[in-house]
């Protein structure tokens, strides 16, 4: 755990120093968010502000990593296990296509990438990480942990399927839920804490060395993101995160959890889920003032600063839980 802190904070420490340079980089580019006008009129203020702040959290976790992996093939030290390729692969990869949106959304249309082609190349992505995590010798992999029970093995053929969904769904998730400053940071960085202890209790020491650089560079993220923000995330960003999230808890074996562990990605997905159900079925009434759901508390009279807060805390607790039910 030691070695896994001290990860961390150097992660912390080379995404804050160059925080300051991408941010004039992207501003000189003209890389800045496109608000949309259905959202809040508050957010309109926005406009313009940089975006693309995930490579401020992606390229320090690559960087770190790969050096690692490098020293531990050249002078067997040991330094990192070769398992990290695979988050290392799913977090490269949904990076890459996070760019593609982001830049689309900037210089060509405000939606960015088309939904259909953004979704099958996500579910690409995802199938290939599950085939290889089934495929390959992980300790976990391949299996599904409930609390006070024996670990159950499943077979690849459900195993793929039900990764590629876990994936997909919790890359979407945060990415609905990136929409107040520090809101998905903060959530999505506890998240990986709550995942970091449970492969710590584990000892799947190379993961929980990946988890708390991935920690580090979210906070250095959040130093540039806390209110008003002067970086947003984006799709490099959230996306990315969400994915590799998911693909943390499928190493784990405790994916059942990830609905706890992130209950406010959850809870931000159903009520746009069941705002668009409702506003059919109901020929065009609304169950929430807005969706996704921080929209909602926003338009009730929350200011944006307490509305982050109060779901990072209520975060910290199903977190917690989660934690308390892996140990059970």
């Known amino acids: ?10 992660s912390f420490l080379l995404a804050v120093i160059w925080g300051a340079p991408l941010i004039k980089t992207l501003k000189q ?3 800045g968010k496109q608000i949309r006008i259905e959202g809040p009129t508050t957010h309109q203020a926005k406009t313009g502000t940089p975006t693309m702040g995930g490579l401020l959290i992606v390229i320090p976790v690559l960087i770190i990593n790969i050096v690692l992996n490098v020293a531990n093939l050249i002078t067997d030290s040991n330094l990192m296990g070769r398992s990290i390729l695979v988050p290392m692969g799913i977090m490269f990869s949904f990076a890459i296509l996070g760019m593609v ?6 210089w060509v249309s405000v939606k960015g990438l088309s939904a259909r082609v953004k979704f099958m190349s996500q579910a690409i992505l995802a199938m290939i990480t599950m085939l290889v995590l089934s495929l390959g010798d992980f300790q976990f992999a391949n299996s599904m942990s409930i609390p006070t029970l024996p670990e159950i093995p499943l077979h690849p053929a459900i195993y793929i399927p039900i990764g590629t969904f876990i994936i997909l769904a919790t890359s979407n998730s945060v990415n609905l839920t990136d929409g107040l400053d520090g809101l ?3 959530i999505t960085a506890v ?3 709550a995942y970091g202890v449970i492969a710590f209790l584990q000892e799947q020491t190379w993961l929980v060395a990946f988890i708390f650089t991935v920690v580090g560079a979210i906070l250095a993220f959040l130093w540039y993101n806390a209110y008003p ?3 947003f995330m984006g799709e490099v960003g959230s996306s990315t ?3 590799t999230l998911a693909v943390v808890a499928l190493m784990s074996g405790h994916w059942l959890l990830l609905p706890i562990v992130g209950f406010m990605f959850v809870a931000e997905t159903l009520s746009v889920i069941l705002q668009v159900g409702y506003f059919k079925w109901t020929n065009g009434k609304r169950l929430f003032k807005m969706a996704p759901l921080h929209h909602h508390f926003e338009l009730l009279g929350w200011s944006e600063t307490q509305v982050s807060q109060r779901f990072w ?5 199903f977190a917690m839980l989660g934690i308390a039910l892996a140990l059970t």
Not at 1 to 10: D, E, F, K, Q, R
Not at 101 to 106: I, K, M, R, S
């Open 101 to 106: 949106d982001d830049l689309e959304g900037v």
């Open 29 to 31: 580019l003209k890389i």
């Open 241 to 243: 995160l969400g994915a």
């Open 191 to 193: 998240s990986f804490v």
């Open 313 to 317: 805390l209520l975060g910290i607790l």
């Open 229 to 231: 923000a002067d970086l």
């Open 1 to 10: 755990m030691a070695y896994s802190l001290t990860l961390g904070t150097i």
């Open 184 to 186: 998905a940071g903060s």
